[in-house]
């Protein structure tokens, strides 16, 4: 993990992203039973980029706002899961969905990640992160002149 910190360190010098929101990523990822690679690096740099704009362009601001920390890291862990499915070079049978769970319930808002296959919960699970917390986007849009 601290080859792939270091290599990120490397790369991400003009954002908004601190030390700390790349070690969540990186712990995030590792919560999921997915093992790090150093040429991982490159890709994970590709998907907090790719999330940091998308944030900052909804919400009309210049930094990610601290209260999109949570949000922010698990959608860079969503679209780096997802490009890695999409390219082929993600094992999904190597993931640990054992202790996964099968629903969260949240206020009236309930998703469920019961499908009969790993690659289904696989694939339910990145939807929730890409997607989960978009709504609280609006908490921080600014209006545009």
């Known amino acids: 993990m601290k080859k792939v910190l270091a290599n990120i360190l490397t790369v991400m010098t003009k954002t908004s992203l601190s030390e700390s ?3 969540a990523v990186l712990k995030r990822l590792v ?5 790090l690679k150093e040429d991982d690096s490159w890709l994970i740099c590709f998907a907090m980029q790719k999330v940091e ?11 990610v706002p601290d209260g999109l920390f949570n949000v922010a890291v698990d959608m860079v862990c969503g679209e780096f899961l997802f490009t890695k ?20 319930k949240e206020g009236d808002t309930q998703v469920n990640f019961g499908g ?7 694939d339910q699970m990145v939807n929730y992160l890409l997607h989960h917390g978009e709504g609280d986007f609006v908490c921080y849009r600014k209006i545009r002149w």
Do not use: M, V
Not at 116 to 122: A, G, I, R, T, V
């Open 21 to 23: 929101f790349y070690e």
């Open 31 to 35: 919560s999921f039973g997915y093992t």
């Open 85 to 104: 499915k999409q390219t082929g070079q993600l094992e999904i049978a190597d993931l640990d969905f054992d202790g996964a769970f099968t629903s969260i």
């Open 116 to 122: 009969s296959s790993d690659e289904e919960k696989f």
């Open 53 to 63: 704009n998308h944030i900052k362009n909804s919400c009309n601001t210049t930094d």
